[in-house]
């Protein structure tokens, strides 16, 4: 990826962030602390990487005020280096330009409205009554199904597919091979014979929504699978059928969250982390990776809890006592000082 150039001054003025040192020092490219050159600019924000700052050979860093005074290179003083790191990056590596345009191996439904402003890359297939607006980039061999919307600066890396009556704000950024849309599992049982149950419902994503790669979403069974704006989505996610997801909230690579489930605001969930169905999870809450969900937590706070496979009775008998496992403390407390007592008292009458 090719990069942009600026002065580390401009930079500073920029992003809000406060200049020490040279600020006509020429900065073309990100890199790390510990393998910067010249013309790079780093960003120190984790402890465990203060010792390079005194060989790097970085042009500028982004560090805490604390940190600057042992810098040996110009830098850009920040409350959250990290945060400013990503604003400082995205000037340098800015998105392809979107110019309007239709690629000749693109098939387009008739019915389909494309903004001469936005692009449809090689391969692309576009449905019936499909509305792509503005500045959206449609990367090759995508799939918009039939009825579906994109809203303005929205983009598709490749391969990505979104089935029929999908919903999509503006500015969201999904990346290949993920799948919007699809049909939730919903499958009705007649004596022993699995009977399909048709989703009806479809899927609506906010603003400023990113979806990692492989990712899946899928369309409600009878209401709509609903992602909220700025919701950020690692890959190789499963949120299925009617799950609801606040504003804000990230998820990591590898969860999946069963049907009907409904996730707050501003929450995070670790890698691997698996929700079961139909549970209430509030806003700021946040689970550790690897996490087993199967209540409810509507209070904000960090949770974490993980049992290996075992037989189902066997992890019924496990959870129950460790659950009872409070009182079990507590009552060998009350015992030890009971204990503590009486001797004390049987060394008083032996003195006696």
Avoid at 18 to 23: I, R
Wanted: glycine share 12%.
């Amino acid at each position: 990826m090719s990069a942009a150039v600026y002065r580390l001054a401009d930079l500073a003025r920029r992003v809000g962030a406060e200049l020490f040192g040279d600020g006509e020092v020429t900065i073309s490219h990100t890199d790390t602390i510990q393998d910067a050159a010249e013309g790079a600019i780093c960003f120190l924000a984790n402890s465990k990487y203060r010792h390079y700052l005194a060989t790097t050979g970085a042009s500028a860093v982004i560090l805490s005020r604390e940190d600057a005074a042992d810098s040996p290179v110009a830098g850009l003083i920040s409350d959250n280096p990290y945060l400013t790191y990503a604003r400082v990056a995205s000037l340098l590596y800015p998105l392809t330009e979107v110019t309007g345009g239709v690629h000749a191996s693109a098939v387009i439904a008739d019915s389909a409205k494309i903004d001469p402003h936005a692009w449809v890359g090689p391969c692309a297939v576009i449905g019936a009554n499909v509305e792509i607006q503005a500045g959206v980039w449609i990367g090759p061999g995508c799939v918009i199904d039939a009825g579906s919307r994109l809203g303005e600066h929205t983009r598709l890396v490749a391969n990505v597919t979104i089935c029929a009556g999908t919903v999509i704000g503006r500015r969201v950024l999904i990346h290949p091979g993920a799948v919007i849309g699809s049909d939730g599992f919903g499958n009705a049982n007649d004596r022993g014979a699995w009977v399909k149950v048709p989703q009806i419902g479809i899927v609506r994503i906010g603003d400023d929504v990113e979806i990692g790669a492989n990712t899946t979403i899928d369309r409600g069974a009878l209401r709509d699978t609903l992602i909220a704006d700025g919701v950020r989505l690692d890959n190789q996610i499963q949120i299925a059928h009617n799950v609801r997801i606040g504003e804000h909230t990230a998820i990591a690579g590898c969860a999946g969250i069963a049907g009907s489930t409904t996730v707050g605001k501003y929450c995070t969930l670790g890698g691997g982390v698996g929700l079961s169905g139909h549970l209430e999870i509030g806003d700021n809450v946040h689970f550790s990776g690897q996490s087993l969900v199967t209540r409810s937590f509507k209070e904000p706070g960090y949770y974490s809890g993980n049992l290996p496979a075992v037989s189902n009775g066997e992890w019924r008998k496990t959870i129950a006592r460790i659950r009872r496992l409070e009182s079990v403390i507590q009552r060998l407390n009350a015992l030890e000082k009971q204990v503590f007592t009486d001797k004390s008292e049987n060394h008083g009458d032996e003195r006696d």
